[in-house]
């Protein structure tokens, strides 16, 4: 079965349950796949319906540290449990080690050698780690890397 078929199965078992924090998640993750889906005048593929759950994710973990800023501690929780709904449909998240590995690995293919060459480093490591990174700690560790 597809992503995006078990994402749907899943939302209907979830209406059955009446879990509601599930219900409102899928609904939200449908909808952006459907209009993902009718930008691209077509079916989406696996990768490009992670991708789209990537984008959903991270909204949800700006939000988190928006509303913990301000001190809005019941919105922050409730943003922790759509993306903990969220994060069982990407694939497991590489650790601290395995990223940078690929930002070596990514460096030394590109040859690289300083703050100038970052863009070129992160395609690469973003197109291998795709949906399987934090961007932002992938952007971290090129930055302290190529300093």
């Known amino acids: 079965m597809s992503l995006k078929g078990k994402i749907e199965k899943d939302l209907t078992e979830a209406q059955k349950t ?3 924090t599930k219900v409102s998640t899928l609904r939200m993750l449908n909808a952006a796949l459907k209009n993902e889906e009718i930008k691209k005048k077509g079916d989406l593929d696996e990768a490009q319906v992670i ?3 990537a984008r959903e994710a991270k ?3 700006e939000a988190i540290e928006s509303y913990k800023a301000g001190g809005r501690g019941e919105l922050a929780e409730k943003e922790e ?3 903990k709904v969220l ?3 990407l694939p497991e998240q590489l650790s601290h080690d395995k990223i940078k590995e690929a930002v070596e690995e990514a460096i030394k293919k590109t040859g690289a050698k300083g703050p100038s060459d970052f863009g070129k480093v992160m395609g690469v490591v973003m197109g291998k780690l795709k949906g399987r ?3 932002a700690e992938v952007q ?3 930055k302290e890397r190529l300093g």
Do not use: C, Q
């Open 18 to 20: 009446k879990e509601e």
């Open 51 to 53: 991708e789209i759950i």
């Open 59 to 61: 909204k949800r973990r």
């Open 81 to 83: 449990r759509e993306l």
């Open 87 to 89: 994060t069982k449909y």
């Open 133 to 135: 990174a934090d961007g």
């Open 140 to 142: 971290g560790l090129v």
